[in-house]
């Protein structure tokens, strides 16, 4: 069994394991909008996140921004913008997704889990997140991948009573620079 001050050790590491960048794929099923899927680009820093979706033949679908100033939505037909990127996906999708939690899970932090089962190693394998009384988010972390000497999530599913939500990280990398020209984090083999 590992102690509860390694379990915290290794929490705190993940929590400064930032700015990030991820590249994976998400799948997405509901009742009410059927199932979609693309590739993705997940950017984060201290002042929020930067989400590209790509479909078929890596055409950008969307583009999920969020920070301290609010959240746009951006896609073929225009963009939209508002206070959280949650109120955004659940307008635009009909169904809600928990991005702004999922920032939290993607790297394999429990955020504000009610119940929580972990592996021999201390790390999560599953648990529950309650939206409130009567919704609530099973989180299983089915496989991990070292990067820099930290143990990060390589799938995650998510699931409530009427969605199912399913990343998989293909690659992360831990991005220190910004770009000066336009303030976002630099891509390496891209901006470099």
Known sequence: MVSTATIAEREARLAAFSPWRALGSIAV???????????????????????????PLGVQAFHLIENNTGAQLID?????SGDTADQL????????????????????????????????????????VAENE??????????????????LPKAVHVDSDDIQIRLSFKKWLRTGATNNNNNRLVIPGIDT
Request: proline share 3%; hydrophobic share 35%.
């Open 29 to 55: 099923e509901s009742e009410k909008q059927g199932k979609f899927n693309a590739s993705f680009s997940w950017e984060t820093n201290s002042q929020g996140y930067d989400i590209k979706l790509f479909g």
């Open 89 to 128: 996906l659940n307008a635009v999708l009909g169904v809600p997704v928990p991005i702004s939690k999922m920032q939290t899970w993607a790297v394999g932090l429990p955020g504000n889990a009610i119940q929580i089962q972990r592996d021999n190693m201390g790390r999560i394998s599953s648990m529950v």
């Open 134 to 151: 009567s919704f609530k988010w099973n989180v299983d972390f089915k496989h991990y991948t070292n990067v820099d000497g930290l143990d």
């Open 76 to 80: 073929r037909k225009g963009q939209v």
